[in-house]
């Protein structure tokens, strides 16, 4: 179906590999398409005990979705103020992918040995296992581009320790291995010089009966400590702040913080798509009461629907991946100009299509 993602069956593990190594392994339509149907028979086949997905080469796991294919289909077709086909198609697609690896029967194993963001984390973080090397950079950086941490990003960032998921959802910031330990994105670290060992391992492990209790032990006979998680220490700043529902009041908080770190970060949000801050700050306490998975994925596709008749969505690809000026010019422009209003008609379903 497509040269970018491979597949095969070795041992009794379905191995998924991912290779469109000159967009850091992004996920295209075409790749979703052939991952959910390669999923889908693999649930049913015998000879499978496991799934393992990883990305080729050194550098990413998965950098995320082809969001410049979504901005060139709207450019093609002009703005109708409704999303075109291909944006339907590639958000609620993926979404469902995410889903269904959320619920998969089988174990699910993923390799985060480089950059894994955005579509990348919702191909993972759903899974059983997600393993985290030196090399795994881990981000939700949609609000730098004017969108939301979609991809189950309302589901598992309010479940992360304390306010960290709500710190990461609205600032983006990058973390490494020992940091998606903490906040449970990773389940265990080793040397990415270690995988070779550990696939062969899994590749020819008996997975009779309990699967995913025989994984874990190889996991955990594999595993090493990954350090001291650089977020612990700021754990206090980050808790009072980002617990606060106004994205002003957060602000208020880490200009008042007396180190670095709480300006650092309000630097950071000032980068921001303002509109971003604010739905995604309310996605992430909607998002809590989720009762599943499927319910917030069901609330971001609403969500989604709205962006990608906006203008910020297309501003901060041109800006940040496309023309690269880093200079988005934001609409409105202020936190201010948005409205609690304006916030709440990102979650009316009302002329939008469902999952």
């Not at 191995?15 to 190594?21: E, G, V």
């Not at 604010?278 to 809590?288: C, F, H, I, S, Y």
């Not at 609403?302 to 008749?309: W, Y």
């Amino acid at each position: 179906m497509t040269d970018d993602v491979r597949f095969e069956v070795q041992g009794a593990i379905g191995c998924i590999t991912l290779d469109r190594q000159r967009a850091l392994n992004s996920l295209t339509l075409d790749m979703i398409r052939a991952m959910q149907a390669q999923l889908d028979a693999w649930a049913e086949d015998p000879k499978v005990g496991a799934i393992l997905i990883e990305g080729a080469g050194e550098k990413a796991f998965c950098a995320g979705g082809d969001v410049v294919a979504v901005r060139r289909s709207r450019l093609e077709e002009g703005d109708t103020g409704k999303p075109t086909k291909l944006m339907l198609d590639f958000f609620g697609e993926e979404y469902r992918l995410n889903r269904s690896i959320a619920e998969y029967p089988k174990p699910y194993v993923a390799l985060l040995d480089g950059v894994t963001m955005g579509g990348g984390v919702g191909i993972s973080v759903h899974g059983t296992f997600r393993v985290a090397t030196e090399r795994t950079l881990f981000a939700m950086p949609e609000t730098g581009i004017g969108l939301f941490p979609d991809v189950g990003g309302g589901w598992f960032l309010p479940r992360c320790p304390g306010e960290l998921g709500t710190y990461l959802a609205l600032t983006g910031a990058p973390v490494k291995a020992a940091d998606c330990l903490y906040i449970e994105a990773a389940t265990h670290y080793m040397p990415s010089g270690s995988l070779p060992a550990l696939r062969k391992a899994l590749l020819e492990l008996d997975l009779s009966g309990d699967a995913a209790g025989r994984i874990a032990v190889l996991l955990s006979e594999h595993a090493v400590s990954a350090g001291e998680a650089p977020l612990a220490r700021h754990r206090a700043v980050i808790d009072k702040a980002f617990a606060f529902d106004r994205i002003e009041e957060i602000l208020a908080a880490l200009n008042d913080d007396a180190g670095s770190f709480g300006e650092e970060t309000a630097a950071l949000l000032a980068h921001r798509s303002p509109t971003s801050l604010k739905v995604t700050l309310e996605m992430v306490r909607r998002g809590a009461r989720c009762a599943s998975l499927a319910e917030d994925l069901e609330m971001e596709f609403t969500m989604v629907q709205s962006f990608l008749v906006a203008d910020d969505f297309f501003e901060g690809v041109r800006a940040l991946l496309v023309d690269k000026d880093r200079t988005p010019k934001w609409s409105p422009a202020s936190l201010a100009a948005v409205t609690p209003e304006a916030v709440a008609a990102y979650f009316e379903s009302d002329g939008k299509i469902g999952l």
